[in-house]
């Protein structure tokens, strides 16, 4: 049994990054903790646990900017093989605001109890309603160094804050919290030597390089859009051989956005082994614009949302100063986001995984 030996490529439309995946998985164990400046607490933190339409919830003074403490949750129950290399970390959190009025002040990872360091939150603003807002990726550690006891400790988890963003009514809400974990630890009945991709054309050209098969019937390449749920793409032959095989496949239709790949690999016996998960991030080059500059103050802002997908929009002034944030899947800017603007406005456009789409400014007559 050989065991794998990964590689990385990467390019300017898309990134490859290898990996076995546990999770999502949901977590037992979640309470209030204190972040200092505080206005307020959560409430019914264990609702967390699954996505039933019953909600972990917090109360807060008027005043735009005041924030929770944070929600912790642990006890994820992962059980990663000993000796795995860690390689990212997400976490998916299902929450809304149908009055849109509550953004993210704090999003950080919990390391054997001890809230991290590094920021996730980018301010984006709650859904109107529930749906899942995904934070890290699959190389991302959060800025820290993990072994797998980290990953299974009962105290490994996410810690989250979230603000106000103006004044009146707010019904800001957390349904459900899940993390999956992205992990190295494969052995393989050949030893494959690079598993990568590249764009060409309209198409994903994968590539894999093997030595010492023996016994070994065929490969059958498989995709997913969500790490989970792979379909078979094609199938080929093995050729058998103790010396350097080149193997090529085409995904003549890859989607949009993430789209992960695997290799099922099929032995004359029967017995199957599946390599590590390989994703490709197609980056996307449009981008965003909002018009029409100058827009008068009781008019519609509209913005270049083309496909209709959700795109995260953030309001500022020249000083740098948060003045709306919200969210859009349609080609206008919500009503409430433009309420008070006046001037000179800036603007950040994120899509839902946080890669930025426009920066800007316009004017408010």
Do not use: C
Not at 29 to 52: E, K, P
Not at 95 to 106: I, L
Not at 122 to 135: E, H, I, K, M, V
Not at 325 to 347: E, R
Request: aromatic content about 10%; overall charge neutral; glycine content about 10%.
């Amino acid at each position: 049994m050989k065991k794998i030996l990964l590689s990385l490529f990467t390019g300017l439309l898309y990134q490859f990054t290898y990996a076995q995946i546990a999770g999502p998985n949901s977590g037992a164990t979640s309470a209030n903790v204190a972040l200092a400046g505080s206005s307020g607490g959560w409430l019914n933190t264990g609702n967390v646990a699954s996505s039933n339409n019953v909600y972990a919830t917090f109360t807060l003074p008027a005043g735009a900017g005041n924030f929770t403490d944070y929600i912790q949750i642990t006890g994820f129950g992962f059980t990663v093989p000993l000796g795995a290399t860690i390689d990212g970390i997400v976490v998916e959190i299902e929450r809304s605001d149908p009055n849109g009025r509550t953004a993210d002040n704090r999003i950080r990872i919990v390391k054997n109890g001890a809230i991290g360091a590094q920021e996730k939150s980018s301010g984006a603003g709650y859904p109107t309603t529930d749906s899942y807002q995904t934070f890290g990726n699959s190389g991302d550690g959060w800025g820290e160094t993990w072994t797998d006891a980290d990953i299974n400790s009962p105290n490994f988890g996410v810690a989250i804050s979230a603000r106000r963003t103006s004044n009146g009514t707010i019904n800001g809400r957390i349904d459900h919290v899940r993390i999956t974990v992205y992990y190295n630890f494969v052995v393989l009945p050949l030893e494959l030597l690079s598993f990568d991709g590249k764009q060409k054309g309209k198409a994903v050209q994968l590539n894999w390089s093997t030595t010492d098969e023996s016994n070994m019937s065929h490969f059958e390449i498989e995709r997913s859009t969500n790490a989970r749920d792979f379909e078979k793409l094609g199938t080929l032959p093995i050729n058998n051989s103790n010396s350097l095989n080149n193997y090529s496949f085409e995904d003549i239709a890859p989607v949009k956005g993430n789209q992960f790949y695997r290799l099922k690999i099929t032995e004359n016996t029967g017995k199957i082994t599946y390599s590590s998960v390989a994703k490709i991030n197609f980056k996307s080059d449009k981008v965003i614009s909002f018009y029409p500059n100058p827009v008068q103050s009781n008019t519609a802002l509209f913005i270049t949302n083309t496909d209709g997908e959700q795109i995260n929009i953030q309001f500022y002034n020249a000083t740098g100063k948060l003045l709306a944030s919200g969210i859009t899947n349609s080609n206008k800017v919500p009503a409430q986001m433009m309420m008070g603007l006046k001037g000179m406005v800036y603007y950040r456009a994120f899509n839902k995984n946080g890669d930025i789409l426009g920066l800007g400014s316009f004017i408010v007559q």
